[in-house]
């Protein structure tokens, strides 16, 4: 049903929910006669199992509706937070470093595959390593949400799609689904035997015991995590409290954020950040107030 038809089949008090990550709620509002009555309600997979929800504020949303939809998805069990009509709204957007800085590193020569998904795993108590994680949704989806968010965002440096996924996405390694990925499928993988999640860490002795690599490995991820936490804090997109529960609920983060932001320190982010910049370019340009903003959050 078009947008136009949406709004044509609603009784006078009737709201109406879209769950959608890819398109802008308010876009849709625009289409029908009562804008107002339009909010995002976003759902995570599996939605039977997943908790959170994501109530999207359009620009005209109105109280009356945010109010009901979020009542409905407490009614449902669901745990709901609000979220700006923005790129990839909360969960989605907070997400973005995991993958791509984790695919810079790669290109950079940092690690190889195995050893940056394994000290992920066993450092920052990931549950999956980024490129574990990248197979199992597939690298052409993935590819298509990267292009999305670039494109939606401005085409920011941070956002842009790596050229390794491009290239492996143009010779059909699409992951699990296709027997190989950024691994190899074709057949059965031997289960890791240090499987076991560690708390997150950046304890140097604990973390030279896993991989010569691993505290490069993670100040880099976690100094991303936190500084898309700051831009996303500097956009108001939700509040410091409902990003932490958006990453924990919705990816299964073993921390939100801002708790990534104070494990590494913001100052410590930002000095990192500053030297990755002049180094390799823009896609370590820090948030502005990433200082400022991340410390009086945390």
């Known amino acids: 049903m078009r947008a136009r038809d949406r709004g044509g089949a609603r009784e006078a008090r009737a709201e109406a929910a879209d769950n959608t990550s890819s398109l802008r709620v308010g876009d849709i509002a625009a289409g029908v006669p009562h804008p107002e009555r339009v909010v995002g309600m976003h759902f ?20 009356q509706a945010l109010a009901a939809t979020t009542a409905v998805a407490q009614q449902m069990g669901r745990t709901p937070i609000r979220a700006k009509d923005s790129p990839g709204f909360v969960a989605n957007r907070l997400a973005r470093p995991f993958s791509l800085e984790s695919l810079r590193m790669l290109g950079d020569g940092v690690a190889d595959v195995a050893t940056i998904d394994r000290v992920v795993r066993l450092g920052g108590g990931f549950r999956m390593g980024p490129f574990e994680l990248l197979d199992l949704i597939g690298l052409d989806v993935n590819l298509e949400i990267a292009r999305s968010f670039f494109a939606q965002g401005g085409e920011p440096e941070r956002w842009r799609p790596h050229p390794i996924q491009e290239r492996l996405v143009a010779e059909g390694r699409f992951g699990r689904k296709s027997g190989r990925g950024y691994h190899d499928y074709s057949e059965e993988r031997e289960p890791d035997p240090e499987l076991g999640i560690d708390a997150p860490t950046l304890d140097p002795k ?34 410091p409290e409902d990003m932490e529960t958006a990453m924990k609920l919705g990816f299964n983060w073993p921390l939100g954020p801002l708790g990534f932001a104070e494990l590494i ?10 030297e990755l910049q002049a180094e390799k370019g823009e896609a370590y340009s820090p948030a502005p107030a990433l200082r400022r903003i991340i410390s009086s959050s945390t």
Do not use: C, Y
Not at 216 to 221: A, G, H, M, V, W
Not at 265 to 274: H, I, K, V, W, Y
């Open 206 to 239: 604990h973390l030279a015991k896993i991989d010569p690599a691993a505290e490069q490995i993670l100040t880099r991820l976690f100094a991303q995590i936190a500084n898309e936490a700051a831009f996303a804090l500097e956009e108001e997109i939700a509040s």
């Open 44 to 63: 995570f997979n599996p939605p039977p199992l997943m908790k959170l929800v994501e109530v999207v504020a359009a620009e005209g949303s109105s109280n």
């Open 265 to 274: 320190g913001p100052d410590r982010a930002a000095d990192l950040l500053e």
